[in-house]
């Protein structure tokens, strides 16, 4: 199977996605998360963004 990437916010399918890395289904597209789908924002936790400042 091949990797998915998010169409929202280009996360790649893993385990942080929705529903146990199945990730949720709109429209025959698959958004790691609801708030990609309908445009409210990313609810992944481990979406922060980029990261500028490593610790
Ligand atoms: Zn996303
Ligand atoms: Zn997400």
Redesign the pocket.
């Given at each position: 199977m091949p990797k998915l990437s998010?169409?929202?916010?280009?996360?790649q399918q893993d385990k942080s996605w929705e529903d146990g890395g199945k990730g949720y289904m709109d429209d025959g597209d698959n958004?790691?998360?609801r708030?990609?789908?309908e445009d409210t924002g990313?609810t992944?936790a481990h979406?922060k963004g980029p990261v500028l400042n490593a610790d």
């Open positions: 998010c169409p929202n916010c280009g996360m958004y790691c998360c708030g990609c789908a990313c992944c979406h």
